[in-house]
């Protein structure tokens, strides 16, 4: 089992930047691929990207693709989300979520271990 803590949302102006961090605890981190998923008011949650376990393979969301970048250090049991160039329509609640299944792809299922989420909101 592992636990996962994001931090770093907040309030930021369209076309501005954040950054997500997720802690995680537990079992073993390189046992986990680890993905980053929103959920905006009123709509379901949506997949944004995920990594491999060692970090050298990544897939995103169409609509993010070259505005985030999702990292992972795994001497420090951290992952990342790098977001930049942001919009209005980015404004949701970012969890971030491990499991021990990885597929080169958009996940066809559901992934097992979840954060508590952090808000991030970009006025225009």
């Known amino acids: 089992q592992v636990h996962l803590v994001e931090s770093g949302g907040g309030l930021v102006q369209a076309g501005g930047s954040l950054r997500l961090s997720c802690a995680a605890s537990?079992?073993?981190?390189?046992?986990?691929?680890m993905g980053w998923f929103r959920q905006a008011p009123g709509k379901e949650r949506e997949f944004v990207g995920h990594t491999s376990y060692s970090g050298d393979f990544k897939v995103y969301e169409d609509s993010v693709k070259g505005r985030f970048t999702i990292s992972r250090d795994n001497a420090k049991n951290m992952v990342y989300l790098q977001m930049n160039s942001l919009k209005p329509e980015d404004t949701a609640v970012y969890y971030c979520?491990?499991?021990?299944?990885?597929?080169?792809?958009?996940?066809?299922?559901?992934?097992?271990?979840w954060g508590q989420g952090t808000q991030v909101t970009v006025s225009s």
């Open positions: 979520a491990a499991d021990t299944r990885y597929w080169n792809g958009k996940p066809r299922y559901q992934y097992t271990y």
């Open positions: 537990g079992r073993r981190f390189t046992d986990y691929a």
